[in-house]
């Protein structure tokens, strides 16, 4: 068996020797033939029972979820329960059966194939790989109306091909990835997909290594090929020589020895060598997220998503009180550590009405604080639940993608706002509340003293600063090789940010991915950052790096980093970060 390695985007970090079990969509097994006129209401029914029957096969699901699932499992359910009852997907393929005589597979092909080429047409990465869902059901339908085995077998423990089982697919859908948990699943290679994808985010918060953006991965790899996932670096090695599993197998085993010593830091305060403390906080989703924060010693929450609670709810956003339930709940949880909510990222490419409003490009359209601003109030009932959860333990308000003065003071009105309504109602609420802004816009990297003057502290986003700057979507594999954090342009607009927040003597954090990388620690370090915020699996691994760096070492060659900018003198200055 030749062997040769495939490179793909690396979304989650780790080593995973195992076989290769591939998943054949289920659309290869299609049969296409015109069904008869006095037949079609019966081919109609047929349709329709198998969407009643994976209607059923989701809700088992959701009442199956074991207690230490991640919380994004039951949102992309949702999800897809909501994309299977929408007319596009519900009703569209029945009427192709009635005009166009098509059988059920293909009315229901013909429908996806329409809808995915709209999608193909979105600009936005978010929405675009929002196609995958609309598929992933459609696949899940289509396994129903053919009769399809179920996607993986039963681990039989003693048999080596299951019981080191790489799943490789062209795509996986996250409701599927449920049955990976009771079976000897340990890693997993997908043709498509970006960082944002749902295969992605699930992979991290299982803390299985993973390759996505692979590409011919599903047509080059074989069935019970051996397979090498190096998720640190996004790539394959197919039916690796002795030499080189060998070499891996050792790596592999050093990283587990190392998780093991991690844990031993969990109560260990996260301080420098030369006795500096840094805060180290924790990027959560939903509130049963806070558990995973305590548990990896997170000094609190730096970044809470409160998009989760709007996605997957049809037309239906959630209440005043619905939202300041979860608000409260997270805030009980930390157990009086700071909370930091980040007011409604959505727009234009996440629509929450499903209405048919588009953008050219949504990326750079009405989202977040635009959308908020334009939606007073959505906005004010927001503000309402996190003031009134401010009442119970230390919460911060944190804007996105601000760029301009009158968006910051229209929305710090807007706050005033709903403290005046709170106030006439008799509700209590945090009169100190702080306000920050996220610096994820290069144009507000370069006009920080409007910031710093209206602004309580400072949170730098660096997934959308660095795609802003670059100009780049991280999220398609054939221009991911250009999404580089280390560019000089990404790098003294973080130090710009850090230093304007230092002299104006407000905390200033890094909420984006950047934070969780330890490679980059030691730099974020030098360039004066004291306040990280990362998802709570990343956190131990930061932490050791701290506990290991000096500044006084490393901040002289932090300033050499910054006054250069060949990309690779930047790139070997950073490693030589690391052994200091």
Known sequence: MASFTLHGIPVSRGIAIGRAHLLAPAALDVKHYLVAEEQLEAEVQRLQNALAAVHKELQTLWNELPKDAPTELGAFIDVHALILSDPMISEAPLDIIRIRHYNAEWALLTQIDELSAQFDEIEDPYLRERKADIQQVAERVLKVLIGSEPLLPKAQGIDEALAHMIV???????????????????????????????????????DIPAAVGMSQASTLIEQDDWLVIDGDAGVVIVNPNPLVLEQYRERQAGLQRARKKLNKLKKTPAVTRCGVPITLLANIELPEDCGFALEAGANGVGLFRSEFLFMGRGHRIPSEDEQFEAYRKTVASMKGRPVTIRTLDIGADKPLDQSDHTALNPALGLRAIRYCLAEPQLFLTQLRAILRASAFGKVRILLPMLAHAFEIDQSLAMIGQAKCELRAAGIGFDEKIEVGAMIEIPAAALALPMFVKRMDFLSIGTNDLI?????????????????????????QLIAMTISAGHKAGIDVAVCGEMAGDIKLTRLLLGMGLREFSMHPAQLLAVKQEILNSDLAV???????????????????????????
Do not use: W
């Open 168 to 206: 490789v697919a062209h795509d996986i859908s996250p409701a599927d990835m449920l049955q990976f948990r009771d079976r000897s699943f340990i890693g997993f290679v997908t043709d498509v997909g970006g960082q944002n994808s749902h295969t992605a985010i699930v992979a991290r918060s299982l």
């Open 467 to 491: 795609q802003y700057t670059l100009a780049i979507d991280r999220v398609d594999y054939e221009v991911a090789h250009l999404y580089n954090p280390l560019h000089p342009a990404v790098l």
């Open 554 to 580: 490393i901040m002289p060659q932090t300033r050499k980093i910054l006054r250069s900018v060949e990309p690779n003198a930047i790139a070997e200055a950073v490693a030589q970060l690391q052994v200091m």
